[in-house]
């Protein structure tokens, strides 16, 4: 399995974007798919997630209203729409899969960094 994430850039507070992640190496049905982020000095956090079939989403508290998963079956790709981003939301973010049920994330992508500056 290969998940690639890529999108990540330099912008500036208020303004948007777009994670992809592209996967492969499966089939990913009865997986779900997820995105997370790591700032210097935290710990990693967890964003949203959404089921590869039937396209059910799951919201961090911190990022609800702002940040859109989704997943599109036929390129096998995962995004992250990142809308009014802050300086807070600086970090390296990850694309992962698990299987659906288990509570490991069992596959990571080699991570983007986003950097939103005032």
């Known amino acids: 399995v290969q998940l690639q994430a890529s999108g990540g850039g330099s912008v500036q507070t208020g303004d948007s974007l777009r994670l992809s992640c592209a996967a492969s190496?499966?089939?990913?049905?009865?997986?779900?798919m997820g995105w997370f982020r790591q700032a210097p000095g935290k710990e990693r956090e967890f964003l949203a997630l959404?089921?590869?079939?039937?396209?059910?989403?799951y919201y961090a508290e911190s990022v609800a209203g702002r940040f859109t998963i989704s997943r599109d079956k036929s390129q096998n790709t995962v995004a992250l729409q990142m809308n009014s981003l802050s300086p807070e939301d600086t970090a390296v973010y990850y694309c992962?899969?698990?299987?659906?049920?288990?509570?490991?994330?069992?596959?990571w992508g080699q991570g983007t960094q986003v950097t939103v500056s005032s």
């Open positions: 190496g499966r089939s990913f049905s009865n997986y779900n």
């Open positions: 959404i089921s590869w079939t039937a396209g059910r989403t």
């Open positions: 992962a899969a698990k299987f659906r049920g288990e509570a490991d994330w069992s596959y």
